[in-house]
């Protein structure tokens, strides 16, 4: 599987010496992975972090030749372990509010990137953790994962999306039941909630898994997938009647592109299209 990544590189976002960092996956595709990489932490995001996340994000929205991203943690059993407590506990009141802000803004704007997103999570994925997987499009983890929003054993709730995105993605009840216990979900059982679209039995399976679905999706049509998705994910905050309407927007976005010919012009010729994003 890593084979199928290429190697760190030193500059930018995609120098290696970070505690988030990008690479290009050697697929000929587009995809890129996103990497979690702060040991001593577990991943949990402190304001570094942080900080340095949103400087990948903003590499990938600015980059078109980015057509699928892959978040993934180079930590062994940990995917995110959510906020770092230990620099929380030293922050303000007015910090707190301020950090938590900044995290649930940025995870909307993961959620909003151009692009599709999957991640991959292997072991723990507590808190701003799952709240972070939440924000992406796909989910693909491990059995053995354990997936939670604790908050409420800290006397906290979730506050960087958690509340609303999770009973979407699994229905109210079953959210209820794990906000309000604080007890997490092994990958089985997020598999049979439709928290994940998949779980399996290895990290590198679970990898795999996530590097061929982006692969398969980044080969699509780029301006049909960032319509497709906007409208999914506008159209569905709305009654259905203002849905269809934005449905009906994004396929007209679609209509005048030279990649919708493309399409028409390969499938005519049983050939495999070539799409620019144009």
């Known amino acids: 599987m890593f084979r199928r990544i290429a190697p760190r590189l030193n500059t930018g976002v995609w120098g290696h010496d970070r505690e988030v960092f990008l690479r290009k996956v050697q697929d000929g595709q587009g995809s890129v992975v996103m990497t979690l990489n702060r040991p001593s932490r577990k991943n949990a995001f402190g304001k570094q972090m942080l900080a340095q996340f949103r400087e990948c994000l903003e590499e990938c929205k600015k980059d078109h030749t980015v057509r699928s991203l892959v978040l993934m943690s180079s930590v062994k059993g940990v995917f995110s372990a959510g906020a770092d407590l230990k620099e929380r506990k030293e922050m303000t ?93 092994d990958g089985k059982r997020a598999a049979a909630f439709g928290l994940v679209n998949y779980s399996e039995d290895t990290h590198e399976a679970a990898s795999d898994r996530a590097l061929t679905l982006a692969a398969r999706i980044a080969r699509n049509g780029p301006i049909a997938l960032e319509n497709a998705k906007r409208a999914v994910i506008s159209g569905t905050e709305l009654p259905r009647v203002e849905g269809m309407e934005i449905e009906k927007a994004c396929y007209g976005n679609v209509l005048t592109t030279k990649d919708r010919l493309r399409g028409l012009e390969a499938f005519a010729k049983k050939e495999t299209p070539v799409y620019e994003g144009n």
Request: one cysteine or more; aromatic letters at 2%; proline letters at 6%.
């Open 93 to 185: 009141q007015d910090e707190t509010t301020a950090f938590v802000s900044l995290l649930r803004s940025t995870f909307t704007e993961l959620e909003h990137l151009r692009c599709p997103t999957i991640a991959v999570i292997d072991g723990a994925a507590l808190g701003g953790g799952l709240e972070l997987a939440l924000s992406c499009d796909l989910r693909v983890c491990t059995n053995a994962s354990k997936l939670g929003l604790p908050e409420t054993s800290l006397a906290i709730i979730p506050g960087a999306g958690g509340t609303q995105r999770l009973p979407r993605a699994i229905g109210i009840p079953r959210a209820m039941e794990m906000i309000t216990t604080a007890d997490p979900v």
